[in-house]
């Protein structure tokens, strides 16, 4: 055998080992996210840090920026920077961890709820939802509400505020002031508008 051939059926076994490799990684048994499971007591895949775990990367900060308000209070606008980016962090996260239940528009409009019969996720286009503070949402979703869970151990503090953010955004899509389009748009619409 030359020396070339040696070398390639060399590289030719190596990434036949490889492949073994990586294929037993991906075929290892694991859990998706809501399946039920019998290994643990209260037959829930999905677990939790066990309770006083600090994260090496929880923010840390003042509580208006980490639990939402300060003081019995709740704060009024998003602490951060909202730009795009933010935006596009909370669609990101908000599609992922909260359009399950609350619809991918936030409307209330998912499969938890058509299969939900206690209590349905509500639609975040409510009076009260966009009647209340940032702090408000941005607290539902450190501490649970009702049937909801807690969020808090999979969202960091800024995924919570760009999710915040997102809802706001969406909340406007579905229900925006005449006086936010731009000039032209306003125009189409008001001639649309008039018979
Ligand atoms: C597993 C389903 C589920 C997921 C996922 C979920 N929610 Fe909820 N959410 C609910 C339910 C159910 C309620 C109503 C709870 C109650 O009234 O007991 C609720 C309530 C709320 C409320 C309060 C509404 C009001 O009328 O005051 C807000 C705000 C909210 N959710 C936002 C979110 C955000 C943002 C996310 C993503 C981080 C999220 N939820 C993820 C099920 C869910």
């Not at 055998?1 to 075929?27: E, I, Y």
């Not at 300060?70 to 596009?88: M, N, S």
């Not at 509500?122 to 450190?142: H, K, M, N, Q, Y």
């Not at 869970?149 to 899509?173: D, G, H, K, M, N």
């Amino acid at each position: 055998m030359s020396r070339d051939l040696l070398f390639a059926a060399l590289l030719l076994g190596l990434a036949a080992c490889d492949n073994l490799w990586l294929d037993r990684m991906k075929v290892q048994p694991k859990l998706l996210a809501y399946a039920p499971s019998d290994f643990y007591r209260d037959g829930r895949a999905m677990r939790r840090p066990p309770e006083g775990t600090v994260s090496r990367e929880e923010t840390l900060g003042p509580p208006e920026l980490i639990e939402g308000g300060a003081d019995g209070g709740l704060v009024d606008r998003i602490p951060l920077p909202v730009d795009q980016e933010l935006l596009a962090l909370g669609r990101q996260r908000f599609d992922v961890t909260c359009a399950a239940c609350h619809g991918l528009l936030g409307d209330g409009v998912s499969v938890v709820a058509s299969k939900m019969a206690l209590r349905l996720p509500p639609s975040l286009f409510s009076e009260a939802v966009r009647g209340a503070p940032d702090g408000r949402i941005f607290r539902v979703v450190t501490e649970g509400y009702g049937l909801m869970p807690s969020y808090a151990a999979t969202l960091s503090v800024r995924a919570r505020w760009a999710i915040v953010a997102y809802v706001r955004a969406l909340e406007l899509s579905q229900n925006a002031p005449l006086a936010l389009a731009p000039p032209d748009e306003r125009r189409r619409l008001e001639q649309e508008a008039s018979p």
